[in-house]
């Protein structure tokens, strides 16, 4: 019959890739007008221009250091402000001819390290970085780096060091900023964030990036400390700065979904669907939200397909989000917990802790959360999320 | 937590790669192998085309439609130098047959679709893929091989550039051969065909007298009989298929197939309360018309081969045609020497034919309806 044969080798011979691979049939759009993605100009966007004119000098000259330098740095300030990590790749090749070498030029060695970093392979950015110390040991980016390192992998007092040393060879709100951010983290939520409210009313003359960063620290302490009016000043103060901060966007949205102010995040994040981050906390708001937004199913779907996308391509580094989406999402607290666990092997952020012990009250798996609950008793960690966590995890 | 970023020069940087930004760089390559031909997808970002060939030619900030059409060439020639499908020592000619667009999860792509030729008889492909590599070595090609049914994934990145797959699929053969084969395949499978032929071809070696059935008294016209039937049959189906596949008329295939059952129902009808006349053969060439439309249809599904489509045709038809001799050289013998018998005229015929047309119902209710209770 027909639908038998058919059956046999249209099996065979349809090419069918999986929903994780192809999102819709491939068309021919009907108009030659018809916008298919939006770029950078170089005409209109000085840094787009620079960093065309830098790729074209770099091509010429691929081994010429400081141009490489100029250029990756070009790429990791780009991959920041648009949340897009396809720029770290092309910073990556500009580092090539020195990428294995076993004793890079020193801005070169910096730039490794941090693209490592991004790259959550911390334990060989922090080798670069102990290298970077030997030959420059007066170059404050190397404790910087360092220092953001630690923080995120838990390793407070190796932290508290490389921000002391910092602090000594470039004095200001920077090393100030990396110095309460640990503090914070450790016991010492109150003084960091006087420290902070105090330093930045004092350092009127810093950047706005610097001006920014700082604001976003104290505001994400002040969440911690529960004290959420002026957590919001302090994002607001920051988000007045002007930048385009895909971070601090994602940290606010935070915030305004622990108070349930769905909509307001679904308000401020409806242009921000590329960045997986911020994808991520718009959908939330949107499964909040009654009715649901039509985009919504969309939405998830998309966060599916990314997921599966870095998982074919044996990228794990977002599994703290992808935790986030499988829990509250797919509503999978097994698989979640098994994310957050593998998660929590390459880093100990406060928003790991909360994914974990989270996942581990809805799978009901209370003895999961051990290491968790031991971390943040060890480190004296203030946060009052996490304490309610904590609190039904012990009382049962 | 943010990354904080110092400048060595003047200038300061902040890195704050931790936001969870989307995927990086990836491109999606399928490779489609049937037992008749190499085919292949492959996606490409138009951000990634862009850093490597420049598509944005006004220099907007927008890559429209027609910049990325004005741009086909460059993006062609690069696609094309960046993968190599070899085997055995043999270079596999890519053809870029068509440029499409998709959209991803993270952004616009370019869908190049493209034919593998010159690797006749592959057993095992050795694919080498280097794009993007020198502008982002992050980058990495998802591979897809589709085969049979089989579906095999890789991924190709700067380490992982070369990539040898074995294949299970037969190795590919001309054409004409595959599809002669396919052609006698497709009657031996297609239930439908063969119950329309024994329909026909049941009452081949008897005649109509007065109203009853009466065997034939020598073989020699019963043959040529049922040997005009065949033909007209596969006549009339090279017709209505060869325009088909042409492209000059198409017809939906549940329509086709809905009408196929109905032609069935109606010439096992034919056998117990005969309405049109004896000549069998016109009813094969008319019925056959519709059939045709059908094996297009399956045609279409095989995958029709660009350039060699008259020797594809031909192919298909002839083995069709083969296919169905096959079955008269089983099936005459076996009715001209029990003819004679009465049980041939009572049971064979009318309960073979009556047993047919519930089938060819059931058929034409199925596919009418588009649901599914017979197990054939």
Known sequence: MLRNTLAVYGAGITVTLSATMLEGEPYVPKDGSE?????????????????????????????????????????????????????????????????EA????????????????????????????????????????????????????????????????????????????????????????????????GTLGANSSASVDEKGWALTALAESLVRLGRTSDAEAAFKSALALGQHDPYLLG???????DEGRAAEVADLLKNETRADALLLRLALAESALAPRPASFEAHVSSLKARFEAGHLRG?????????????????????????????????????????????????????????????IQANHLEDVELAKLVEKLNHK | MKTFFLGFIALLLISEPRAGAHTQSSAYLSLNATTTNLTGEWHLALRDLEDAVGLDVNDDGVITWAELLSRKEA????????????SDGQTGALHITKLLVDHHSDGAYAVLGFEVEGLPAAKRLELTYNAFFDIDPKHRGLFRLEEEGQTRVAVFGPDTSRQTFDLTTPAPRAPFVTFLLEGVWHIWSGYDHILFLLALLLPGVLRRRNGEWQPVTAARPALVNVLKIVTAF??????????????????????????????VVLAAFNNLVPFFAERGWMVAFGFGLLHGFGFANAL???????????????????????????IVAVF????????????????????????????????????????KWLPF
């Open chain 2, 234 to 263: 596969t006549v009339a189906h090279s017709i209505t298929l060869s325009l088909s596949a042409l492209g000059y008329v198409h017809l939906p295939t549940r329509l086709v197939e809905s009408a196929i059952a109905a032609s």
């Open chain 1, 35 to 99: 916008v298919l993605e939006t770029i950078r100009s170089t005409a209109f966007d000085p840094v787009a221009h620079q960093m065309r004119e830098l790729r074209g000098r770099l091509t010429a000259e691929p081994d010429n250091v400081p141009l490489a330098c100029q250029f990756a740095r070009c790429c990791i300030e780009r991959s920041r402000t648009e949340a897009d990590p396809r720029f770290l790749g092309r910073a990556q090749a500009a580092l090539a001819p020195w990428w």
């Open chain 1, 251 to 257: 940290a606010y949205s935070d915030l305004l979904l």
């Open chain 1, 102 to 197: 076993a004793q890079p030029p020193i801005d070169v060695l910096v730039l490794r390290a941090t693209l490592k970093q991004s790259q959550h392979d911390f334990t060989n950015a922090l080798a670069d970085l102990s290298l970077a110390a030997r030959i420059a040991p007066n170059n404050p980016q190397v404790w910087l780096t360092r220092a953001t390192i630690l923080t995120v992998l838990g390793d407070y007092s190796g932290a508290r060091q490389a921000c002391l040393t910092l602090a000594q060879l470039a004095p200001g709100l920077i090393a100030l900023t990396a110095i309460a951010n640990v503090t914070s983290l450790n016991g010492g939520a109150e003084r960091a964030c006087s420290l902070l409210q």
């Open chain 2, 300 to 326: 279409r599904d095989l995958g029709l081969h660009t350039g060699q489509l008259a020797a594809t045709l031909f192919g298909f038809n002839l083995g069709v045609e083969i296919g169905q001799l096959a």
């Open chain 2, 75 to 86: 993006v062609s020639s690069y696609a094309l130098s960046r993968l190599h499908i070899t």
């Open chain 1, 315 to 375: 990228d794990f580094v977002h599994q703290r989000e992808e935790a986030r989406f499988t829990l509250w999402l797919l509503h999978q607290p097994q698989s979640a917990l098994k994310l957050a666990q593998t998660n929590w092997q390459v880093q100990h952020e406060p928003a790991d802790m909360r994914i974990f012990l989270e996942s581990a009250v809805a799978a009901a798996d209370h003895s999961a959360a051990g290491p968790v609950l031991e971390f």
């Open chain 2, 332 to 371: 005459f013998p076996l009715a001209l020497s029990l003819r004679e018998l009465i049980f041939y005229q009572r049971f064979v015929l009318r309960l073979g034919s009556a047993a047919i047309m519930m089938i060819a119902s059931g058929w034409l209710a199925e596919r009418m309806f588009d649901f």
